[in-house]
């Protein structure tokens, strides 16, 4: 019953996550350039939320509506992705600031 | 009301699917709404005014606290959903239990946060930096507080009911919505906190 209660692949998508959460915390104790320490950031942040989304959400689970819905939360991230380095690119990066 | 039984029960109606369907679709809408909030934050994050600094705020400790509670209660409404699945009404009750025990005292911690923050004279009028900041993560803080009234309700109906298509849906919805507080979280933990104190 508990082998049962805790699937293999749960068990593994939560030490993921919390190794990765640890390992971005070599941008605070570690000694790397603030370039790579945004890479590690962002390399750490990105692969979590696809653990998320794949192992924990089941997003490839509904057979009927499947491609909508791949659609509609890419089409998402899209706005985010375009309204995030849309603003930092004209307010921060130099184009008006 | 016609069932199919090749699919797991939340699924099994075209209602259910349906809800679950939209229910991805308002969530295609929450992660616009975080990223404008990011937006604000990320303009303003070098704007103090004569306020306090990320690097002189911030507290690697609690936040610590924060990611592992989201986290671990990220897996267990993971393993709640999976043992609804295989039909244990207890273990799904259970771990959504722990689930929300969690989110309570993510909340307690955050709270706790917000008044050291503003003890040290830091409050939302102090500055842009810390306006943006309390309203993202108030904002999560808030989608958290009332995942745990929404996950409380859905609890009395599993052990009122016990597992029905209609509350294997409602369970199932809202362990999507949990999981999803965990991914903008995980952003808040990184580009807030984590490059904040680099």
Redesign the interface.
Known sequence: MMK????IR?VM??LA??VL?AA??I??YGDLS?SA??VV??V??LI??SL??F???HIGE?A??KK??YL??A???F???V??FG??FI??WGWYA | MKIDASKPLE?STEEN?NK??GF??F???E??L???L??VY??MVNRFASGPSGSELFE?GPVLME??LL??S??T???AV??MR?G?KK?TMVFMAITLLMGLAFVGIEIDEFFTYVHEGATLQTSGFLSSLFVLLGTHGLHVSFGFLWGVGIMIQLWRRGITPATANKTFIF??FW??L??VW??I???VY??G??
Do not use: C, R
């Open positions: 049962q209660l805790f699937p749960h998508g939560y996550s919390l959460s971005a915390l941008v605070i603030s320490n945004m950031l962002l750490t942040a979590q939320a998320q989304l192992v924990f959400m509904s009927d509506s909508e819905l509609n939360i089409y998402a991230m706005v985010a992705l309204t995030i603003t930092l307010f921060v | 699924y699917s679950i369907f991805w679709v969530l295609g809408a992660i616009p975080f990223a404008t990011f937006t990320f303009v690697i990611t592992f986290l671990s990220s897996f409404i993971g393993l999976h043992a295989l244990y273990a362990s999507l999981h999803f965990d991914v995980i952003f933990f990184s580009f984590l490059k104190l680099m």
